[in-house]
Every structure is written in structure tokens, then in C-alpha cells.
């Protein structure tokens, strides 16, 4: 059982376009390997322009993360090599892509206590005021980098570095659904019920980050902005 979100802040080394196979029908585009906006604006330019209207026929799936985009083809229509021509040639275009406005999202968060039980270990270990840790954590407007570990889970990066934290040393084994966390230089939001984590469980908010009736079912993309609102 996977027991806590598995991506964890990339390391920052020197950016190389790499485009790679990915198993027998998948490619990945590689822009880097940091958190960093700016490589962050190239995924969102490739990821755009493979599931717009010009998308390739060839393209079944498109996944972006923080510095790559992981595109799944049909090897029936498209010969590997052709589609990693094609792929790094987009890839190489993408910072110049114009992209829509980011779509801003604002989530209701309540810190502390039994909807945020870490809120006083964050603190402690800081060496600042739960109320301190609550204004620099819903200070920023975050990016979503990506969703993934669970159905919905979002992944934001550029947390306040004086409020980055390790994580548990023993991960929870059921968090609640919409539980807000920290770990390293991320937060989150966990997406469903009964959830492994070992983030920092600082908050919770009301909204459903997934709800398979909805369409989409989830409530973020990778892409949006997030303003986390104390209540």
C-alpha cells in the first residue's frame, strides 16, 4: 500500500529537453527536474497544444507534472519515432505558446485543532504562533503543478520556506477527506476519505476536491490557482 504522496520536490539540476520512451506506448517530455514556474508555463504549453484542436490524432492521453508531460499514443497510428520528432519539435515551441488565463480557485480552509492536528507541531518546529503559520500558509497563490497519488489529490508547490517541514516519520493510515497538509516544500489537499499521508495535517476544508458524479470529477487541474481562505 502506498502509504504518502509519492512525488516529492525535484532536485534542481541544469534543464535538458528530454524526450524518452515511457514503456511501449507512452513518451515522456522532459523540461527539467525542479518546482519552478517557469519550466511549469512549458509543460502547460505542450500539455495545451497536445489536447486542443490541433491535438494529434495519434494522442490518447496527455499527463502533465511539474517539469514533464507524459503522453500516451496509439503505436497503431503513429511510429515511435515520428512521434518524438513531432513531440520534441511542439516541446521546443511551447514557451512561446500563448496560454488562457489560469483559472483561480478559492478554498475555504479550517486550521487547527481537530480538523488540523499538526497545526501545533508546525509551529513548535518553526518556532512561530499557529496564527503565524496559518498567515504565511494561505498567503501565496498557489500553482497546481499536477494531480496525482489519489483520484483529485492536488500537488502545490511554492510553499513559504519558513513553514517547510519533513514529513511524519509514520505515515497516518486514514485521513479525511479535504485534509489540508504540508510536507517539504508542498502542500496539498487530500481528495478522499480513509487516506494514507504523511504530510503535516494542518487544516481542512468543506469543498470535494473529487466527486465522480461531477464532470469533471475533480474540482482542481493542474494549471489553476489556489487561494487557501482561513475560516
Not at 504549453?45 to 496509439?74: I, K, M, N, Q, T
Request: hydrophobic content about 40%; overall charge negative; glycine content about 10%.
Amino acid at each position: 500500500m502506498t502509504m504518502a504522496p509519492a512525488a516529492e520536490a525535484p532536485k534542481e539540476t541544469g534543464d535538458e529537453l528530454r524526450v524518452v520512451p515511457a514503456g511501449d506506448e507512452a513518451i515522456l517530455v522532459e523540461f527539467g527536474r525542479r518546482i519552478s514556474r517557469d519550466l511549469f508555463r512549458r509543460v502547460r504549453g505542450l500539455a495545451d497544444e497536445l489536447s486542443g484542436p490541433a491535438r494529434p490524432a495519434w494522442v490518447r492521453e496527455v499527463v502533465p507534472a511539474y517539469g514533464s508531460v507524459l503522453v500516451y499514443y496509439d503505436p497503431d497510428r503513429v511510429a515511435f519515432a515520428a512521434a518524438t520528432e513531432q513531440l520534441r519539435s511542439l516541446a521546443e515551441e511551447a514557451a512561446a505558446r500563448e496560454l488562457p488565463p489560469a483559472r483561480p480557485v478559492e478554498v475555504p480552509v479550517r486550521y487547527g485543532g481537530v480538523d488540523g492536528p499538526d497545526l501545533e507541531w508546525v509551529a513548535r518546529r518553526t518556532g512561530l504562533s499557529p496564527a503565524e503559520v496559518v498567515e504565511l500558509h494561505s498567503r501565496p497563490v498557489y500553482v497546481v503543478y499536477m494531480l496525482g497519488f489519489l483520484p483529485g489529490f492536488c500537488y502545490l508547490g511554492d510553499l513559504p520556506p519558513e513553514i517547510a517541514v519533513e514529513r511524519l516519520p509514520t505515515p497516518r493510515l486514514a485521513l479525511p477527506a479535504g485534509a489540508v497538509a504540508i510536507g517539504g516544500q508542498q502542500t496539498g489537499i487530500y481528495s478522499l476519505d480513509n487516506s494514507p499521508g504523511g504530510w503535516r495535517w494542518i487544516g481542512r476544508t468543506r469543498l470535494r476536491l473529487w466527486d465522480p458524479r461531477r464532470d469533471p470529477p475533480a474540482l482542481l487541474a493542474a494549471g489553476d490557482e489556489v487561494r487557501f481562505i482561513p475560516e
